[in-house]
């Protein structure tokens, strides 16, 4: 159990830190979106702060879970995010879902894993 926590952290974390450092530095192309995802798209980008509130926190947490402290923390707060990612790719984007639940998945592995952490949150 111990490995496959070290080794789940430790995808998420290199994924999310890629996923937030190419999003500022704009290391990669952005892909062509069409129909109902690109409305969304362009919604996303008006608002001018989701999108890197989104990524900084995809950073951040990135950066605890290669690092290993603050993981708890870090789990809680992507966890909205990854659910995101994966709603948005199930009804938008299905081409792209495997890696969606992958990192849903992940995240719901990385909270069972710590949940001794999270008892007290759930006791009256």
């Known amino acids: 159990m111990k490995i496959a926590t070290l080794v789940i952290r430790v995808l998420l974390g290199l994924l999310f830190i890629y996923a937030s450092v190419s999003f500022f530095l704009k290391l990669t192309p952005e892909p062509e979106t069409t129909g109902a995802f690109k409305a969304f798209q362009v919604g996303i980008v008006a608002s001018s702060y989701i999108l890197p509130l989104a990524k900084a926190l995809e950073l951040l947490c990135g950066i605890s879970f290669l690092v290993g402290k603050y ?8 966890l909205p995010v990854t659910l995101n990612i994966l709603l948005i790719n199930f009804y938008l984007t299905p081409e792209t879902l495997a890696l969606a639940i992958f990192i849903f998945l992940g995240n719901l592995f990385l909270i069972f894993s710590h949940w001794q952490n999270y008892k007290g949150v759930f006791t009256p």
Request: proline content about 0%; charged content about 0%.
């Open 71 to 78: 993981v708890s923390l870090a789990n809680i707060i992507i």
